[in-house]
């Protein structure tokens, strides 16, 4: 049962362009979301979050858009740098539930 | 500031043993989360211990057990190993148990042969 999808596998920019990595979900139910960033060999990162309550959230050059009809959320790097490579992990919660769901991730690779 | 710490980094263990893998949260936090990642996929949730009580459980066989100590660092145990539990486990830690960051530390990768 994937509640949380990230459909793209892998993602391949060019330094100093935007990218854009997508996250479905499918249980109505989440109410706080989360992007974690993944080095080989390392624990996932905490990068941002973002409550039900707002569809925006800004930190630096990450942002996070939230469509709750859609039930979609995307995160946004401008401009994106080659360090910036890594898996990219998504992940809802909702308060009642003391656990997060994970997508399967996206592969970043950004070329200077 | 130490991080979340795991230990051990790695692990190789033979079918039908049991396993303890020990995770010590930042300094402050309350609530320890295990997650279980294999290739390919994104983390799934085991356990959450909140205060040295069970929050949360995930869907994985009694075989896996957890508990936390009242310095809030935490134990999962899992017994009678199988192939299928070699995979990475991670440990998070938050400040409380709702919703909020969870801070992962660099996992215990376990090997079962």
């Known amino acids: 049962d994937q509640q949380v999808k990230q459909n793209s596998p892998s993602l391949s920019v060019q330094e100093g362009r935007i990218s854009i990595l997508n996250c479905d979900y499918t249980?109505?139910?989440?109410?706080?979301f989360l992007w974690y960033k993944k080095y080989p060999a390392e624990g996932p990162t905490f990068l941002i979050s973002?409550?039900?309550?707002?569809d925006k959230n800004e930190d630096g050059r990450f942002t996070v858009f939230l469509n709750k009809s859609a039930k979609h959320l995307s995160l946004h790097i401008v401009p994106s740098q080659p360090g910036d490579s890594a898996v990219y992990f998504c992940?809802?919660?909702?308060?009642?539930?003391?656990?997060?769901?994970f997508g399967a991730g996206t592969r970043l690779t950004v070329k200077p | 500031d130490a991080g979340v710490t795991q230990s051990p980094t790695h692990l190789i263990k033979t079918r039908g043993q049991h396993v303890t893998l020990r995770c010590s949260p930042i300094?402050?936090?309350?609530?320890v989360s295990w997650y279980q990642q294999v290739l390919g996929q994104g983390p799934q949730f085991i356990f959450q211990?909140?205060?040295?009580?069970?929050?949360g459980r995930g869907n994985f066989p009694d075989r896996f057990s957890a508990r936390q100590f009242p310095n809030y660092s935490s134990e999962l145990n899992v017994n009678a190993l199988l192939l299928g539990d070699s995979a990475l486990y991670l440990c998070?830690?938050?400040?409380?148990?709702?919703?909020?960051?969870?801070?992962f530390g660099q996992g215990t990768r376990l090997t079962v042969v």
């Open positions: 998070a830690s938050s400040f409380w148990a709702g919703n909020t960051e969870a801070f």
């Open positions: 249980n109505s139910m989440f109410d706080y």
């Open positions: 973002i409550s039900s309550i707002k």
């Open positions: 992940a809802a919660s909702d308060y009642n539930n003391n656990d997060m769901r």
């Open positions: 300094s402050g936090h309350k609530s």
């Open positions: 211990y909140y205060e040295k009580e069970e929050r």
